[in-house]
């Protein structure tokens, strides 16, 4: 290979990291803070908690999903304290305008929100996910449902 074309493939790979270590959605505004949902229809059938902190810090310990760019740790909100589940990651997706939130491991809910564009507000679908159910039980619709979370001060704060 030329040295010129080693020299644009490390360039690009260097481009490509930076962007993907950002806390925030291409020229988007921050996210890291906390959201809270609308409580509503749909996060009632959904199981939404109060809210979910966005953090700044990479999610280790979870290769399957830390793998992916700019996967970030989230906390998810209740009136007895930050919980793990059922959120524990976010991370801007590609068109950058937009973030998921779910859980690591896979399963509890996953939500595809886009972000206004102060950051003030998420606003986008949410999907129960998973197919554990008693034996027997029939299978629960896992529609789509709408989802908003406004950002407001964490309670740590």
Not at 3 to 12: D, F, R
Not at 24 to 52: F, Q
Request: aromatic share 6%.
């Amino acid at each position: 290979m030329r040295p010129h074309v080693i020299l644009t493939l490390a360039a690009a790979a260097l481009t490509s990291a930076a962007c993907a270590g950002n806390a925030a959605p291409p020229g988007g505004p921050e996210l890291p803070g906390c959201y809270y949902a609308e409580r509503n229809e749909a996060a009632r059938v959904l199981g939404l908690p109060w809210g979910i902190e966005l953090l700044t810090d990479s999610l280790t310990g979870w290769p399957a999903i830390q793998q992916l760019a700019g996967v970030r740790q989230a906390r998810t909100l209740t009136p007895a304290g930050p919980q793990d589940h059922p959120f524990g990651y976010w991370r801007p997706l590609a068109a950058g305008d937009s973030v998921e939130l779910g859980y690591p491991g896979g399963g509890a809910v996953l939500l595809e929100l886009a972000v206004s564009a102060d950051g003030h507000t998420l606003d986008g679908t949410g999907r129960a996910l998973g197919d554990a159910r008693p034996i027997g039980a029939p299978r629960q619709d896992t529609a789509v449902a709408p989802v908003i979370l406004r950002q407001a001060r964490c309670p740590a704060d």
